[in-house]
């Protein structure tokens, strides 16, 4: 079973910029993805960012493109979010995601149920 443990969020104003860290601790990735979800109050949960723990491609959600982005460290089973510029939209609780499958189709890393592990998540509030 992979746990995943969330860090880095907070309060922030806008414009600012905060670090999201996701590690696994149980057992390593070879393949698989690792990604970012949001959900805001009253809203359904939102793609934001997901990696190929392979290749290290990236791929984002169209709202955070530009302002956000997404990394990984093998050796620490650890994947990354840099968020700047944040806006008071990004207001959410930011959840992480793994799967130790490939995911083939570049679509398909932003469906939340080809993810098999997910985290606590961590809140995030951007003040205007």
């Known amino acids: 079973q992979v746990q995943l443990v969330e860090s880095g969020g907070g309060l922030v104003q806008a414009g600012a910029s905060l670090r999201l860290s996701c590690a696994a601790s149980v057992g390593t990735f070879s393949s698989g993805a690792m990604g970012w979800f949001r959900q805001a109050p009253g809203k359904e949960r939102e793609f934001v960012a997901a990696i190929d723990w392979s290749s290290g491609n990236p791929y984002y959600g169209g709202s955070v493109k530009g302002r956000f982005t997404i990394s990984r460290d093998h050796a620490k089973n650890t994947v990354y979010l840099q968020m700047n510029s944040l806006k008071p939209e990004d207001t959410a609780v930011y959840y992480c995601?793994?799967?130790?499958?490939?995911?083939?189709?570049?679509?398909?890393?932003?469906?939340?149920?080809?993810?098999?592990?997910w985290g606590q998540g961590t809140q995030v509030t951007v003040s205007s």
């Open positions: 995601a793994a799967t130790k499958r490939v995911i083939v189709l570049a679509r398909r890393f932003t469906s939340p149920v080809e993810y098999d592990y």
